[in-house]
């Protein structure tokens, strides 16, 4: 790998025997008088067992052939060469929470053909997935369940990390500032400051006013319809939320020291 820029690359090793530890150690050259090294420490790695030998007459197996990842999202495209009646999609990986544990989730993927593609949302950013994938084809006269087939080698796909912020209050990945207003910069999940900027697009809605025909006014300069409250990701912020979202912010708020990636 030469002429390597950048701080992350990958390096997939091909052609090693099945179930054999292989010790790996990276390191970096660099251009002086001197001609400098420094390597990693040695790791290790076991490769899978060998594939067992497919029954005669059984259609072949997909293939994942391409992905394309976004920061909470990755698409997959397979070759199958048969046309299956449709396809089962297995992913697995950290779902909902940075630091929940990884979870297999299937996909019906109902579409026929002898390739496909399928979108998987709702990801966490700069996190590692694995895909594989099934075809199935009708049961004789299509009685009963379909037939499923082998499954495809399994791949591993990164989604994209996202753009972190710069400074003291750098959040440790996957966090991000929360936004809520001008200056928040607790770190929380991608999804937290979504739904916080949802609540915030809200914050006129959920006002209380009373209404004397023509005319409308607001009861108080920040009274909340109820069943809302003040949210109080600062003493100052009334925006207008439910009583379940203004105990998440004041749980994120605690954990905002630990969520930096250097805490003071």
Not at 85 to 112: C, M, Q
Not at 114 to 138: E, H, I, K, S
Request: hydrophobic residues 30%; aromatic residues 10%.
């Amino acid at each position: 790998m030469d002429n390597v820029k950048g701080s992350e690359r990958l390096l997939f090793d091909s052609g090693l025997q099945p179930n054999t530890e292989h010790r790996y150690r990276v390191c970096a050259f660099f251009i002086t008088e001197d001609g400098d090294v420094e390597c990693s420490e040695w790791t290790a790695g076991r490769t899978g067992p060998p594939e067992q030998p497919r029954q005669p007459n059984r259609p072949p197996r997909p293939r994942i052939v391409e992905e394309h990842a976004g920061e909470t999202w990755i698409g997959i495209k397979w070759e199958a060469g048969h046309n299956y009646d449709s396809y089962f999609i297995n992913v697995a990986g950290p779902f909902g929470t940075a630091r929940g544990p990884r979870e297999l989730r299937t996909i019906k993927h109902d579409d026929d053909g002898t390739w496909g593609y399928q979108r998987v949302d709702g990801l966490l950013p700069g996190r590692a997935y694995d895909f594989a994938v099934q075809g199935c084809r009708p049961t004789f006269l299509g009685i009963g369940d379909d037939q499923c087939f082998d499954w495809s080698t399994k791949v591993s796909f990164p989604t994209q990390a996202y753009p972190l912020h710069s400074g003291p209050h750098t959040c440790a990945p996957p966090f991000v500032w929360r936004e809520a207003f001008d200056g928040d910069t607790v770190c929380v999940e991608v999804s937290r400051r979504t739904q916080v900027a949802a609540d915030n697009a809200q914050a006129q809605a959920r006002r209380a006013y009373t209404c004397t025909p023509p005319n409308c006014t607001f009861t108080g300069p920040d009274t909340c319809k109820v069943p809302y409250v003040w949210r109080e990701a600062r003493p100052s912020d009334h925006v207008c939320v439910p009583v379940r979202e203004r105990s998440q912010v004041a749980s994120e708020n605690g954990l905002a020291r630990e969520r930096l990636a250097d805490p003071p």
